[in-house]
């Protein structure tokens, strides 16, 4: 009953929306400058050619990745798709199983570890990369700042991940810089809490491993000298997700310990908070507000560690659960970073629709995730129950952070596409990616493999289907036909596959190119639903323009259903457009197979249309 009121309540509201006199819909006005578009890959999985694909096989069995699988061709072929920047994902040293003692690291315990490859976001070192990554351990640092600078070579920029919410529960900074303290290592462990203590601690109780549920075993139950359920902590600290028990549970985030950034464990804060009025001053002023104050020693240590990335040629971060981290925090790291670049790319995992404009605005993020309005709703339509109604909806409501909320399909926390789970059909995936390209101002995101299709169908041992495993050493297979042994020129694909890559080298590359695309929107969806014979819900258009550009985007998210109409141009944008009457040509713009014409007449513009399933249609106004 709950559900259908929900829906109820919705198609009310929609309803109400559609028959509204309908603001004007601008986006603030930007510099000129193109469209970002962010390649994910997941670092350790990219080259990794091996097809053994064994639950929980170790790095002989089943193979992994290096940074020198990032050859020039492999990086020529991700720019020429259309790519602008490159997030390395799994790049800093977290704990992993494999023994590199021979090389002075520790050896990680499987009862502290996800998987047997790790999770990139349980950071045991700050300092250094990851070993899987490197052809010789020794020289893991060399080897990624030479992929960084092939990177650079190709024309893109580099990304990393940093996880300031916590680190690795057997956190062990051996590499670092001369005169850095490691995490913890001041720490008056007889406090819960303390300013400039690093971490919460449970005083008077020694850390237990989880109780194992659901019949999981760490590394699958292989033997492992370390896997004996037991790992040494006393006293115990909090866990990860802010668990304060000394036994954290199997589903808390067990493998990792919680950053204390002053905040008191009744929630107070021991730092100043913000003025209101630095919501609309600039990074420099931020700066300056921070400079004379005493702040908690872990807002140093991690302002150490994102300066030493810069200066190692790192071009941006993405931040993992910044939500779990004081936004003066922000504020104070990200005014630092541009400081010292002020172009660096800030991204943020951020999940709470109320903290946006706290984390863009105070926190001096530049992009987040935007993923329970836009990411969502356009799932619930690619699986056939959500309307397109909605989308107009979330882009209103978002109109003066439009430009700061990233847009993806896929990412490594969520199902692939073309996993079962999802919709099954990466074909279903066109029309919702062009318009999370398009749409907006903001950049776009896509996950490796996304582009051929990748189901994610693996039984990697930790990581189960529909999602990439993270946490396993594992091959990916769709991607690897495209790897081609190294070849990296899809050698290996279905002809579907080449042409759904086909498909997302088309759509990115226009994007990145098109002026009107950083300029203003406007929906005429419900003008349509409203005027239009045979448009429906299943159907979406808005129209994107710049002083130099017209663009008019439609498009049919479903599988089955063809459509004829004439698609109807409101009188207000044919006036803001300074059209005349008369007929205009249109030129579609990524077959460019179509080409169409618009009739003005009377104010009013109509385009006579036909559109096949799953078909859309970005159609620029020729004059």
Same mark, same amino acid.
């Given at each position: 009953?709950?559900?259908?009121?929900?829906?109820?309540?919705?198609?009310?509201?929609?309803?109400?929306?559609?028959?509204?006199?309908? =603001?004007?819909q601008k986006t603030a006005p930007l510099p000129m400058k193109k469209k970002a578009v962010v390649y994910q890959v997941f670092t350790r999985l990219f080259g990794n050619t091996n097809t053994t694909n064994k639950p929980w096989g170790t790095i002989e069995k089943n193979g992994v990745g290096k940074f020198a699988d990032f050859a020039p061709k492999a990086l020529s072929e991700i720019k020429e798709l259309g790519?602008?920047?490159?997030?390395?994902?799994?790049?800093?040293?977290?704990?992993?199983?494999?023994?590199?003692?021979?090389?002075?690291?520790?050896?990680?315990?499987?009862?502290?570890?996800?998987?047997?490859?790790?999770?990139?976001?349980?950071?045991?070192?700050?300092?250094?990369?990851?070993?899987?990554?490197?052809?010789?351990?020794?020289?893991?640092?060399?080897?990624?700042?030479?992929?960084?600078?092939?990177?650079?070579?190709?024309?893109?920029?580099?990304?990393?991940?940093?996880?300031?919410?916590?680190?690795?529960?057997?956190?062990?900074?051996?590499?670092?810089?001369?005169?850095?303290?490691?995490?913890?290592?001041?720490d008056d462990t007889s406090k819960e809490y303390d300013i400039h203590n690093n971490f919460y601690y449970i005083p008077g109780e020694a850390f237990k491993v989880p109780e194992w549920q659901d019949g999981y075993l760490p590394l699958g139950g292989n033997k492992n000298t370390l896997a004996d359920s037991k790992f040494e902590e006393n006293p115990a600290k909090w866990t990860g997700n802010g668990s304060r028990?000394?036994?954290?549970?199997?589903?808390?985030?067990?493998?990792?310990?919680?950053?204390?950034?002053?905040?008191?464990?009744?929630?107070?804060?021991?730092?100043?908070?913000?003025?209101?009025?630095?919501?609309?001053?600039?990074?420099?002023?931020?700066?300056?507000?921070?400079?004379?104050?005493?702040?908690?020693?872990?807002?140093?240590?991690?302002?150490?560690?994102?300066?030493?990335?810069?200066?190692?040629?790192?071009?941006?971060?993405?931040?993992?659960?910044?939500?779990?981290?004081?936004?003066?925090?922000?504020?104070?790291?990200?005014?630092?970073?541009?400081?010292?670049?002020?172009? !660096?790319?800030?991204?943020?995992?951020?999940?709470?629709? &109320?903290?946006?404009?706290?984390?863009?605005?105070?926190?001096?993020?530049?992009?987040?995730?935007?993923?329970?309005?836009?990411?969502?709703?356009?799932?619930?339509?690619?699986?056939?129950?959500?309307?397109?109604?909605?989308?107009?909806?979330?882009?209103?409501?978002?109109?003066?952070?439009?430009?700061?909320?990233?847009?993806?399909?896929?990412?490594?926390?969520?199902?692939?596409?073309?996993?079962?789970?999802?919709?099954?059909?990466?074909?279903?995936?066109?029309?919702?990616?062009?318009?999370? !390209?398009?749409?907006?101002?903001?950049?776009?995101?896509?996950?490796?493999?996304?582009?051929?299709?990748?189901?994610?169908?693996?039984?990697?041992?930790?990581?189960? =289907?529909?999602?990439?495993?993270?946490?396993?050493?594992?091959?990916?297979?769709?991607?690897?036909?495209?790897?081609?042994?190294?070849?990296?020129?899809?050698?290996?694909?279905?002809?579907?596959?080449?042409?759904?890559?086909?498909?997302?080298?088309?759509?990115?590359?226009?994007?990145?190119?098109?002026? !009107?695309?950083?300029?203003?929107?406007?929906?005429?969806?419900?003008?349509?639903?409203?005027?239009?014979?045979?448009?429906?819900?299943?159907?979406?258009?808005?129209?994107?323009?710049?002083?130099?550009?017209?663009?008019?985007?439609?498009?049919?998210?479903?599988?089955?259903?063809?459509?004829?109409?004439?698609?109807?141009?409101?009188?207000?944008?044919?006036?803001?457009?300074?059209?005349?009457? &008369?007929?205009?040509?249109?030129?579609?713009?990524?077959?460019?197979?179509?080409?169409?014409?618009?009739?003005?007449?009377?104010?009013?513009?109509?385009?006579?249309?036909?559109?096949?399933?799953?078909?859309?249609?970005?159609?620029?106004?020729?004059?």
């Amino acid at each position: 009953m709950r559900t259908i009121f929900v829906h109820i309540l919705l198609l009310a509201f929609l309803t109400l929306s559609s028959c509204m006199d309908k =603001p004007e819909q601008k986006t603030a006005p930007l510099p000129m400058k193109k469209k970002a578009v962010v390649y994910q890959v997941f670092t350790r999985l990219f080259g990794n050619t091996n097809t053994t694909n064994k639950p929980w096989g170790t790095i002989e069995k089943n193979g992994v990745g290096k940074f020198a699988d990032f050859a020039p061709k492999a990086l020529s072929e991700i720019k020429e798709l259309g790519v602008t920047h490159i997030w390395y994902t799994g790049v800093p040293h977290h704990a992993v199983i494999q023994d590199y003692s021979d090389y002075g690291i520790s050896n990680d315990d499987p009862d502290v570890v996800k998987g047997r490859a790790g999770s990139p976001y349980a950071v045991k070192d700050y300092y250094n990369v990851n070993p899987d990554l490197a052809l010789d351990p020794a020289r893991r640092l060399e080897e990624f700042k030479e992929l960084i600078e092939r990177t650079h070579r190709a024309g893109l920029k580099v990304i990393i991940d940093i996880v300031p919410n916590h680190v690795a529960r057997g956190y062990e900074g051996r590499t670092n810089p001369e005169g850095i303290e490691d995490f913890g290592a001041a720490d008056d462990t007889s406090k819960e809490y303390d300013i400039h203590n690093n971490f919460y601690y449970i005083p008077g109780e020694a850390f237990k491993v989880p109780e194992w549920q659901d019949g999981y075993l760490p590394l699958g139950g292989n033997k492992n000298t370390l896997a004996d359920s037991k790992f040494e902590e006393n006293p115990a600290k909090w866990t990860g997700n802010g668990s304060r028990l000394a036994q954290p549970h199997f589903n808390d985030w067990y493998e990792t310990v919680k950053i204390n950034y002053g905040v008191r464990p009744d929630g107070t804060k021991d730092f100043e908070e913000l003025p209101e009025q630095y919501r609309q001053k600039d990074y420099r002023e931020h700066y300056k507000f921070w400079k004379d104050k005493e702040l908690p020693d872990s807002w140093h240590k991690f302002k150490d560690i994102t300066q030493y990335w810069l200066s190692f040629g790192v071009d941006g971060f993405r931040f993992d659960m910044a939500e779990m981290v004081p936004v003066e925090f922000w504020s104070y790291l990200n005014s630092n970073i541009k400081m010292t670049n002020p172009d !660096a790319f800030l991204l943020a995992e951020v999940y709470n629709p &109320g903290l946006y404009r706290d984390y863009i605005q105070k926190g001096k993020m530049d992009y987040l995730y935007d993923k329970v309005e836009l990411y969502d709703s356009i799932k619930h339509i690619m699986k056939g129950y959500g309307w397109t109604d909605h989308i107009p909806v979330v882009q209103r409501g978002m109109a003066d952070i439009e430009h700061h909320m990233l847009h993806f399909l896929e990412n490594h926390d969520e199902q692939r596409i073309a996993s079962p789970d999802f919709v099954g059909n990466a074909q279903l995936g066109k029309p919702a990616m062009v318009v999370s !390209a398009t749409i907006s101002t903001s950049p776009t995101m896509i996950y490796f493999g996304q582009e051929v299709g990748e189901p994610g169908a693996e039984d990697a041992g930790f990581g189960k =289907p529909t999602r990439t495993s993270i946490f396993d050493y594992i091959g990916v297979p769709h991607h690897q036909r495209w790897l081609n042994n190294k070849k990296y020129d899809g050698g290996q694909l279905s002809e579907e596959e080449k042409k759904l890559r086909d498909f997302y080298k088309r759509l990115l590359n226009f994007t990145i190119n098109s002026e !009107a695309l950083m300029g203003q929107y406007q929906e005429i969806h419900f003008y349509n639903k409203d005027n239009t014979e045979g448009y429906d819900h299943r159907v979406l258009s808005y129209v994107r323009w710049s002083n130099n550009e017209k663009i008019i985007v439609l498009t049919n998210f479903d599988e089955y259903k063809s459509y004829s109409f004439e698609l109807k141009i409101p009188e207000d944008i044919i006036a803001k457009w300074q059209l005349k009457s &008369g007929t205009y040509s249109l030129t579609e713009q990524l077959y460019h197979e179509i080409n169409a014409n618009m009739v003005v007449n009377n104010g009013q513009g109509k385009i006579l249309l036909d559109l096949a399933p799953l078909q859309s249609y970005i159609f620029k106004v020729d004059e």
